[in-house]
């Protein structure tokens, strides 16, 4: 299954409030012991996942398409099939999201499987992958 998307880079958004049509699917992570706290969205503002990065995430990949919103729920589908949330309760996102929204949208993964993850979502699912 291929979804209309394009890889783009932080750096092509020149304005964190510049509005993005279509919109854009990311994937940010901040370490933990062991592995990471991984979390997939979707967002019109570079300003989302910008905030994260600031609250010390690494930005992973992001797409840009019209299959934006379709990807973001392919890669939440194969991540909840395999990994348990990360918070149990919104209160323990807190130092992580601050009071962005999204707490229901992270993964903890084991350190040793993020790249082959990254690269099962940009092979198997992006459109020329």
């Given at each position: 299954?291929?979804?209309?998307?394009?890889?783009?880079?932080?750096?092509?958004?020149?304005?964190?409030?510049?509005?993005?049509?279509?919109?854009?699917?990311?994937?940010?992570?901040?370490?933990?012991?062991?592995?990471?706290?991984?979390?997939?969205?979707?967002?019109?503002?570079?300003?989302?996942?910008?905030?994260?990065?600031?609250?010390?995430?690494?930005?992973?990949?992001?797409?840009?398409?019209?299959?934006?919103?379709?990807?973001?729920?392919?890669?939440?589908r194969r991540l909840s099939a395999t990994y348990p949330c990360a918070f149990p309760y919104r209160e323990d996102a807190?130092?992580?999201?601050?009071?962005?929204?999204?707490?229901?949208?992270?993964?903890?993964?084991?350190?040793?499987?993020?790249?082959?993850?990254?690269?099962?979502?940009?092979?198997?699912?992006?459109?020329?992958?």
């Amino acid at each position: 299954m291929a979804i209309d998307v394009v890889r783009v880079s932080d750096s092509d958004f020149r304005y964190s409030g510049e509005r993005q049509r279509p919109g854009m699917t990311y994937i940010v992570s901040w370490p933990i012991p062991g592995g990471r706290i991984l979390k997939a969205g979707v967002s019109d503002y570079p300003a989302r996942w910008r905030k994260f990065v600031a609250k010390g995430a690494e930005l992973h990949a992001l797409w840009r398409g019209a299959g934006h919103v379709r990807l973001e729920q392919e890669i939440h589908r194969r991540l909840s099939a395999t990994y348990p949330c990360a918070f149990p309760y919104r209160e323990d996102a807190q130092p992580y999201l601050g009071s962005l929204g999204g707490w229901m949208e992270c993964y903890a993964v084991p350190e040793s499987d993020l790249s082959v993850l990254l690269e099962e979502v940009e092979s198997g699912l992006v459109q020329g992958g």
